[in-house]
Every structure is written in C-alpha cells, then in structure tokens.
C-alpha cells in the first residue's frame, strides 16, 4: 500500500486547512500522526475502514474532524481554529486491522508527510 499525504501550506491562526492522504489500493484502519523536530511521532486522529469509530487526541478536540471515502480510497482530515502549535510534519498511515490506533509503530504503511504552518 502506497499512501500519498496532501493539502500542507502556510495558515494563519485561526485558519483551515484540509489535508488528504490517498491510498493506492484499499486500506483498513488509518490514522494521522504529526511530528516536530527533536520529538516523537505524535497521534492526532484515527478511522476505521467503516467510518463509524473514530478519535481525536485531546489537543485537537473539537477542532479536527477525520473522515474517509472508500470509494475513493482516501483520508481527510479537515483542521479548523488552527493554532501555532499545530506546525508540525503530519503524516498518514494505515493498519493492517480494521481499528485504529494511537500508536505509531501498530501502522505498517506511512505515507511522506506534508508540511502545516501555523503562524501567530
């Protein structure tokens, strides 16, 4: 499985951003997970392949939403209310199980990550 991650840019604080992360063929559970220099790989969000479990790590809580289209073997991740210390890598993976979960080394595909900036 090939996961190519998308939607990256420069925002302002309080801005929106969309990121996508497409799959080459279908996928099970997936996640996004981001990462700051001199820091670990951190969870933000999780989707089964149904759709109807989802989670949200507690710093981004009411303002990113996950969602899939399986007819399109792609992931979303709508960013709302961004905030400074939302900069980060963000990078997609996908499971071999039909959960998701909240820690990276339980993916076995990761996609090349994308770049957000948030500035003040």
């Known amino acids: 499985v090939q996961l190519q991650a998308s939607g990256g840019g420069l925002v302002q604080a309080g801005g929106s951003l969309r990121l996508s992360c497409a799959a080459s063929e279908r996928t099970f559970g997936m996640g996004w997970f981001r990462q700051t220099p001199g820091k670990e790989r951190e969870f933000v969000s999780g989707i089964s392949w149904s759709g109807h479990t989802s989670g949200v790590a507690d710093s981004v809580k009411g303002r990113f939403t996950i969602s899939r289209s399986n007819a399109r073997n792609t992931m979303y991740l709508q960013m709302n209310s961004l905030k400074p210390d939302d900069t980060a890598v963000y990078y997609c993976?996908?499971?071999?199980?039909?959960?998701?979960?909240?820690?990276?080394?339980?993916?076995?595909?990761w996609g090349q990550g994308t770049q957000v900036t948030v500035s003040s």
């Open positions: 993976a996908a499971a071999r199980r039909d959960v998701y979960f909240t820690v990276a080394r339980s993916y076995s595909y």
